[in-house]
């Protein structure tokens, strides 16, 4: 098949020309290829790679009813997302040893639409455990520095995650953190939206990550701060890497384009840990993006039931934020095509060293979003997660994915044909 006529998006750039697609596989990419074979005609669009979700809970086994593989995959897709990166909760055994592992393998074989890996987990108790599961292909293992809120994942005190990033180190593997210290959060001072905000400050994510920054140079780990919502957290771990450190962060669009005034607005739809922060910080995050200081954009999709983000007492509320559809959206038209392309796509690829994706490039999948730039709102009844409780809804963003292809064909049309990554 010959992708013909768009504009292809490329990190270094981009060009106008045709994509030539055989076995899956990007294999070539010039303008004007005359060989007779069948076209998708894409003139007028954008063909950037297929978006590299490196943060998803969707829940698969034992909390579908959350979100699950099918329809989460589906909303990934319906973004331009060819590939998510699932972690070890809130599924339900979280992925911590072979065994959960085997259980999640399971439950997303033949039921996602988009191609997948696997966060391990790093929890108390199961340092000996890491071995198997980088055995079986994890691109990692995740670890909570504060409470997770399932009383199956637990979070890891220093004494555990020295050693849990001692072993990592010795497996070759990076270790990927939910920064925010204990000692640093507060009771909220009442039921209100802010009030929870503001009870966990940016003083505890940068406290979290000066400690876990500390634990990577004394192990040799390499270190991947999760969802960083301040620019000072983003500072710490650029300025360790200065050092020698290994060490890389995410931030999430809600942390871009949402502040405190959304989150008074939206309530449950905007509740997430950390919190969304104030305006000028908003700001001051979006300028660490736009110097390139930020490695990579993930949606840290995590959904749950309406009944569990339903209320006023913000301290009940479960928190979430549902988007993984809107994650290449979000970007379009706020930074240049080349840096959308890196963020969601390529960055990713290459950190958690997932063979074949992140490029338009030949010898790579050809995993291809085909995006209309141009105002256009993300409208609720688009939305495809299961429960459409989605904060950008109605949100007009800067362009339209108008089709996804997952190795050269549609990801939304015949049976599902995701299948699992492991890392290089």
């Known amino acids: 098949m010959i992708v013909r006529g768009g504009i292809v998006v490329t990190p270094a750039g981009e060009l ?21 074979r069948d076209e998708l005609d894409a003139t007028g669009l954008h063909v950037f790679p297929g978006a590299v979700d490196a943060h998803v809970h969707f829940n698969d086994p034992g909390r579908a009813d959350w979100e699950g593989a099918e329809t989460g995959s589906r909303a990934l897709a319906a ?30 074989n033949g039921r996602s639409v988009s191609d997948y890996a696997l966060w391990g987990g790093l929890v108390p108790g199961n340092r000996d455990r890491l071995g198997e599961l980088a055995g079986l292909g994890v691109v990692g293992f995740k670890a909570f520095m504060a409470p997770s809120g399932i009383d199956d994942f637990e979070a890891v005190d220093l004494a555990t995650l020295r050693a849990g990033m001692a072993r990592a180190a010795e497996l070759g593997l990076p270790v990927a953190v939910h920064a925010e210290s204990p000692a640093r959060l507060r009771e909220p001072a009442g039921a ?6 503001r009870s966990r400050p940016i003083e505890a994510e940068c406290a979290a990550i000066e400690e876990a920054l500390a634990l990577a140079a004394e192990t040799g780990c390499s ?11 983003v500072r710490l771990v650029g300025e360790a890497r200065a050092r020698g450190v290994d060490a890389t962060c995410e931030t999430c669009p809600h942390y871009l384009l949402l502040c405190e ?4 607005e939206l309530g449950a739809l905007a509740k ?11 700001d001051r995050l979006r300028r660490e993006l736009r110097e390139g200081r930020i490695d990579f954009v993930a949606s840290d999709h995590s959904p749950a039931p309406p009944s569990m983000k339903t209320g006023d007492d913000a301290r009940a509320v479960w928190g979430g934020i549902s988007g993984c559809q809107s994650l290449l959206a979000s ?3 706020e930074l240049p095509n080349a840096d959308v392309a890196r963020l969601v796509a390529a960055a990713p690829a290459e950190r958690l060293r997932l063979p074949g994706k992140g490029r338009v490039e030949p010898g790579f999948d050809a995993d291809l979003a085909l995006v209309r730039l141009g105002e256009t709102a993300l409208e609720h009844d688009e939305l495809q997660d299961r429960h459409r409780h989605n904060p950008y ?10 089709r996804t292809l997952l190795r050269g064909e549609d990801a939304l049309a015949g049976p599902p044909r995701g299948r699992l990554l492991r890392r290089r």
């Open 16 to 36: 106008r020309a045709d994509v030539r697609v055989e076995d899956g596989l990007v294999a070539e990419v010039a303008p004007g290829l005359d060989e007779e």
């Open 223 to 233: 270190l991947h701060v999760v969802h960083v919502s301040s620019a000072a957290g």
């Open 79 to 108: 973004g331009g997302g060819t590939c998510f990166v699932d972690m070890p909760l809130n599924a339900h055994p979280p992925t911590v040893d072979a065994g959960a592992f085997g259980a999640k393998e399971a439950a997303l």
């Open 261 to 264: 005034d959304d989150l008074e």
């Open 393 to 402: 809804a109605g949100r007009t963003f800067g362009g339209r994915v108008v």
């Open 331 to 333: 970007l379009l038209g």
């Open 272 to 282: 997430c840990a950390p919190p969304i922060r104030p305006a000028a910080e908003r």
């Open 192 to 197: 209100g939206w802010l009030d929870w905000a």
